[in-house]
């Protein structure tokens, strides 16, 4: 069976995927972490690959912008292709002072200004939280590897040109970087019952104004990837 998204048979995909927004970032995870690797999905370009891993099975794919499109890829994988973990890497931009570019951040949890989760019908406001075997695992790793890192807080915005700086009101709340997609993640894990992680590379700065460079992004990049790798 396959979905409206994904040409892949159950049984192509992997119990973990590890996705990037862009699909050529799950692509390069494919020829640069992956034995034998073998394209899933190619719908909207969306492009999926399952190989091994130090000899465990692993599947990467690209999840696209913003909580509607990751929750749709998302949602397929756990309930239609058995998925057991999802781990996110991405990038976000960094709001609170001292952060740099290229510091990771690894989201425990997930404020958002999205209706996503108004689906589910709770009498309050859901806190999305990230696995805490999956979130201890990759703090691990990012210590072993001496990887700037920070934990806590991050915000899955609907709204990346914040015209309001509506991000300073999160960040007096220490939030501690905006991206556009855990939320509807770690809601969609929570719901089944299943993991979700995000692992973020700090691309830009809110608060100064800046941004990577090309050769900076990839240096992080490749950081954050061997991070959730570690965690297969
Ligand atoms: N806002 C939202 N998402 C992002 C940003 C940002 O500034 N930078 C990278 N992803």
Redesign the pocket.
């Known amino acids: 069976m396959s979905t409206p998204h994904n040409s892949a048979n159950v049984g192509d995909i992997a119990a973990t995927v590890i996705m990037s927004g862009d699909p050529l970032r799950a692509k390069f995870m494919a020829e640069h972490f992956l034995e034998n690797p073998k394209q899933f999905n190619g719908v909207r370009n969306m492009l999926g690959y399952t190989g091994l891993y130090h000899g465990k099975p692993v599947s990467v794919m690209g999840h696209g912008m913003g909580m509607p499109s990751v929750g749709i890829y998302s949602y397929e994988l756990y309930h239609v292709y058995g998925v057991q973990q999802i781990i996110r890497v991405?990038?976000?931009?960094c709001i609170q002072k001292g952060m740099e570019i290229g510091d990771v951040v690894v989201a425990q949890g997930s404020c958002t200004d999205s209706n996503y989760l108004h689906q589910y019908h709770l009498p309050g406001t859901y806190a999305p939280l990230a696995d805490y075997e999956l979130l201890s695992g990759a703090v691990d790793m990012c210590k072993q590897l001496g990887v700037k890192h920070y934990v806590g807080n991050v915000l899955s915005?609907d709204i990346?040109y914040?015209d309001n700086q509506e991000w300073r009101q999160w960040a007096a709340m220490g939030v501690l970087a905006?991206?556009?997609e855990s939320a509807a993640l770690y809601a969609n894990a929570a719901a089944c019952g299943r993991k979700a992680l995000t692992i973020l590379t700090v691309?830009?700065s809110?608060v100064e104004k800046k941004s990577a460079s090309a050769e900076e992004r990839q240096l992080a990049f490749t950081n954050m990837m061997r991070v959730a790798f570690s965690l297969v």
């Open positions: 991405g990038t976000a931009g915005s990346f914040d905006v991206e556009m691309s830009d809110l």
